[in-house]
T-cell receptor
Framework: GAVVSQHPSWVICKSGTSVKIECRSL??????MFWYRQFPKQSLMLMAT?????????EQGVEKDKFLINHASLTLSTLTVTSAHPEDSSFYIC??????????????FGEGSWLTVV | RKEVEQDPGPFNVPEGATVAFNCTYS??????FFWYRQDCRKEPKLLMS???SGNEDGRFTAQLNRASQYISLLIRDSKLSDSATYLCVVNAVPTGTGNQFYFGTGTSLTVIP
């Protein structure tokens, strides 16, 4: 099946620094990728929709200047958490839409990135 | 009203039991439907797509009811390894906004020995 790779899996950073998370579709071209955040024992929360070659669409309440999303190619989207604070510590997951699937627009998830801000 | 609604559970069932989850969606133009499984501290993984005619994969059966706008997932002969959170995902194309995927909040299942 299709594979989406996310890196890094784990990252610990100091408060005030920026962290970049990469999401790659390995065997299909993803015109659309999605970024989510999930706190422990809570459901996935969509942060933004990333469209290749255009600006990301952010969900209500998500600060676009804090969570910078870049989708410069059909196989790579990046999320940069700027000026990270402890409350940004969470599990960040990306997903990518495979338009080639016969089932129709199936999405596949990256392995997720655990961010801890100290 | 949420685009997709799911009973969060938790569902605690004994091994061997049959359990069913439902998920309702609000957009009648929704086109594609999926069930994902998410284990604790892991990413969601595609369990099965849901086709109009219903589909089965081993102990798992998925069904779509367009008239009532819900999808269901039936798990027969539950195993301990089925313990996870099950997410329903609906793909719709709202007018003027392009493809959208909507997630349920997930239903937690624990299979008890």
């Amino acid at each position: 099946g299709a594979v989406v790779s996310q890196h890094p899996s784990w990252v610990i950073c100091k408060s005030g620094t920026s962290v970049k998370i990469e999401c790659r579709s390995l065997d299909f071209q993803a015109t659309t990728m999605f970024w989510y955040r999930q706190f422990p024992k809570q459901s996935l929360m969509l942060m933004a929709t990333s469209n290749e070659g255009s600006k990301a669409t952010y969900e209500q309440g998500v600060e676009k200047d804090k969570f910078l999303i870049n989708h410069a190619s059909l196989t790579l989207s990046t999320l940069t958490v700027t000026s990270a604070h402890p409350e940004d510590s969470s599990f960040y997951i990306c997903s990518a839409r495979d338009p080639g699937e016969l089932a129709g627009n199936t999405i596949y998830f990256g392995e997720g990135s655990w961010l801890t801000v100290v | 009203r949420k685009e997709v609604e799911q009973d969060p559970g938790p569902f605690n069932v004994p091994e061997g039991a049959t359990v069913a989850f439902n998920c309702t969606y609000s957009n009648s133009a929704s086109q594609s439907f999926f069930w994902y499984r998410q284990d604790c501290r892991k990413e969601p993984k595609l369990l099965m797509s849901v086709y109009s005619s219903g589909n089965e994969d081993g102990r798992f059966t998925a069904q779509l009811n367009r008239a009532s706008q819900y999808i269901s997932l039936l798990i027969r002969d539950s195993k301990l390894s089925d313990s996870a959170t099950y997410l329903c995902v609906v793909n719709a194309v709202p007018t003027g906004t392009g493809n959208q995927f909507y997630f349920g909040t997930g239903t937690s299942l624990t299979v008890i020995p």
